[in-house]
Every structure is written in structure tokens, then in C-alpha cells.
């Protein structure tokens, strides 16, 4: 394998394309997140929350009835939509086409949610972000993954990457099983990690930001939300997942002096997502 290149702040500077002073919130895009089931709605609300706080104009939540008075209150400026059935996901239907869908966070695994994102899968045309249940789900269909989108952005742990490309017995198989899973699929593959890889075919990056306060709950859900974003505003996706991971890494390096790697949670990410954007301009 080549020598991964580095996501360094010179490149996303190159990437960065700043806020128009004549940006309406229809301008910035609007994203739908797909997530949440019961006891797992927190994970709504951290995709959601990060998704507005990283630019885009408007955003609408897709959840199961028992989320709906808990996004509701939450987060007001987050529209919702509920599915028909309580506890977890049953038929996805939106009543809007968004620029961008991520989906995916503790959503759970019933069969009534797998027949709902195959469904969705089968109809949906707008750029993707898979993450958590959703790549599980997939893990087990991997024809699937022929009905996503071009350059769809799949975002697992080192379990979730394993589910979806099986076991490995070294770092170098790691990466050459990846990237013949981004070939094949024709998918971008944020390997979660310490660092962050993204494999975008035979090309590999490396993510500079990022520190261990990240190992918290909700961290990846934070990340989908992020990636979500910028793929609303129309950053297109070998960008989006470059620019997000970096963006979510650095949340955790200007908040680290101030909060220990203890006390940092994913709400910490969402706090400090405005200081990584304005370290842009530094
Ligand atoms: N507040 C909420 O609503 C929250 C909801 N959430 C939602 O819950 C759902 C389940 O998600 P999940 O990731 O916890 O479960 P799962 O896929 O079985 O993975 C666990 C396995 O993976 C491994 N593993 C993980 N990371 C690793 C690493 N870096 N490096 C190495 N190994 C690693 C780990 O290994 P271990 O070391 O524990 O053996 C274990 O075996 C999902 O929908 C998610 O969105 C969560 O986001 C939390 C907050
Ligand atoms: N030690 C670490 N150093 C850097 N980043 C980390 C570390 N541990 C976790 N992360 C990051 O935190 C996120 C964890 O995602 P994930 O496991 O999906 O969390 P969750 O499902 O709880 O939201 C990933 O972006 C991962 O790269
Ligand atoms: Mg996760």
C-alpha cells in the first residue's frame, strides 16, 4: 500500500468553501437524519443537534413515535417526522426530497427496520451517509449495497468494519480488504479509528485531528450528523468525509485543555464545533 496522505488543515482550507453573506436557509441545504428507536433516541439527538451546528439551512429527523416529544424539546430549530410504528423504525417516508440523508444511529436492528431501510434503500436517490445499525443491517444484505448512490459515504467502527468486510490478520489486509470494498461497491469508507482512514478506492488518507477524549457515547453518531451536513451543502463526498472527519477531530483537540479527556462527552463535540470552524479562519 502507498503511504496514506495526511488531512492537514492546508488541504482544508482548499476544501472550505465559507458561508455567502447572501445565504438564506434555503441556500444551505437540508438534511434528513434517519436514526433513533427506543432507549437509543439520544442518538437522534446527537446526529441532529451536530448536523445544524455544522452549517446546514434546514433539518428534518426521521424517528419513531417515542422520539418525538424528546427531539421536539431538545431541539426546537429540528423539524420531525415520525415513523407510524412506537419503539423503532417501520417505513420510511418523507415528505420532502433533502440534498443529503445520513442514516443509521441506534436504529436497532428489527426485522421491521431491515425491511424499511432495504425499502428505502431501493427508492432513495439522494447522497448518503450510512453509519451504526444501518451498516450492521447491510452487513448481513451486502447486494445492498448496489441500490446506494455513487460515492456514498459509509462511516464504521473497527466491529462495523469487520461485519461489513470480515475478519482481517494484519493492518496491511485491513486496508487491502477496505479498498477492494470501496472498488467493488463504489462507496467511500471512513475507517473509524485512532486515526480515522478514509478509503476512497485505491486512495487512502489519514486524519490529523482527533484524540482519545473522542472514546465516548455518541461520538460516531456526532460524525454522521457532521458528514451529513456538508454533503447537504453541497460538498461532494470524497470532500464531505475528508473535511468532516477533520472537523469532528478538531472539536476534541480545542476542547481538550479546557475538559480533560474525562469530562469531554459528544455534546462537548457539538459545543466546540463553532471553534472549529472559526479555526479555519486562524
Ligand atoms: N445515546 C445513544 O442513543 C447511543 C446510541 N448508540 C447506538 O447504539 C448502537 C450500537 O452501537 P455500538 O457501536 O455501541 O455497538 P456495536 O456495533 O455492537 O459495537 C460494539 C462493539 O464494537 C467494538 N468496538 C467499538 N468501537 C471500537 C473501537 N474503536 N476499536 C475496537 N473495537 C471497537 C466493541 O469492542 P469491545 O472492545 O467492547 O469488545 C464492541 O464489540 C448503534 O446504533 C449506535 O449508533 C451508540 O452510539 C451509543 C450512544
Ligand atoms: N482513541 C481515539 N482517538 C481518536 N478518535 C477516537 C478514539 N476513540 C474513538 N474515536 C473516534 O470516536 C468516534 C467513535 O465512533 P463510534 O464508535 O461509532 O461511536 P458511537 O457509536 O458511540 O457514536 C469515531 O469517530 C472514532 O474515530
Ligand atoms: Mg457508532
Known sequence: M????LITKEEILKIYKPVNPHAHKGTQGHAV???GSYGKVGAAVLASKSCLKSGCGLVTTFIPKCGYQILQISIPEV???TD???NFITNIHLPLIPQAIGIGPGIGKELGTQKALFEFLRT???PL???ADALNIISENLSWLELVPENTILTPHPKELERLIGKWNSESEKFQKTIAFSEKYKVIVVMKGAPT?????????ENTTGNAALATAGSGDTLTGILTSLLAQGYEPKYASKFGVYLHGLTADLALPKTGYESFTASTIIKYLGKAFLELDN
Open 2 to 5: 502507498k503511504s496514506p496522505y
Open 33 to 35: 437524519i434517519i436514526a
Open 79 to 81: 423539524m420531525t417526522v
Open 84 to 86: 407510524e410504528n412506537t
Open 124 to 126: 432513495n436517490k439522494v
Open 129 to 131: 451517509v450510512l453509519d
Open 197 to 205: 482512514f478514509i478509503i476512497n478506492r485505491n486512495s487512502v488518507y
